[in-house]
């Protein structure tokens, strides 16, 4: 898909999870895809959640970090698992009081189901504090 494709996918339910998705694999995620995943996480996506998630941590743009960051305290286990994995990716250091609050977290989410993997939050945000940890002492 084109990106003006893209764009129009991200607004139709039945096409979000597959544009979504091609963000994410893409080798060079474009930029400009930042505002038309924001506004599909926006409109309630329900399935769609991970595959947007991941596929603006792939971006590592500190737009998504307030839009991110307001899901670890869903109430639903498997969205405060993909934000705390998806926030380790984006790489922006405001997530590490975040992530440090989560280590405690025992509930399961699910995030790798493809591998029936059962994962806790708190594995997810330790993982996640490791990845922002080792940027920061890298740069």
């Known amino acids: 898909m084109d990106h003006e494709e893209l764009r129009q996918a991200l607004k139709d339910p039945e096409r979000r999870m597959q ?3 091609s963000i994410w694999q893409s080798e060079e995620p474009d930029p400009g ?3 038309p995943l924001l506004q599909a996480l926006e409109d309630n996506p329900g399935r769609d959640f991970g595959i947007i ?3 603006l941590g792939r971006l590592h743009d500190p737009r998504a970090f307030e839009p991110i960051v307001k899901h670890l305290n869903s ?3 498997y969205r405060r698992g993909v934000a705390a994995d998806v ?3 984006l790489g ?3 997530a590490i009081p975040h992530m440090t609050k989560l280590l405690e977290d025992k509930a399961v ?3 790798y189901e493809e591998h029936n993997y059962p994962v806790k939050v708190a594995e997810l945000a330790r993982m ?3 990845r922002l940890q080792q940027e920061r002492n890298n740069k």
């Open 128 to 130: 996640s504090l490791q």
């Open 33 to 35: 895809m930042v505002e």
């Open 92 to 94: 922006d250091q405001r």
């Open 19 to 21: 544009a979504a998705f």
């Open 53 to 55: 998630l991941y596929a």
């Open 109 to 111: 989410a699910w995030v």
């Open 87 to 89: 926030l380790g990716e």
């Open 75 to 77: 109430g639903i286990s």
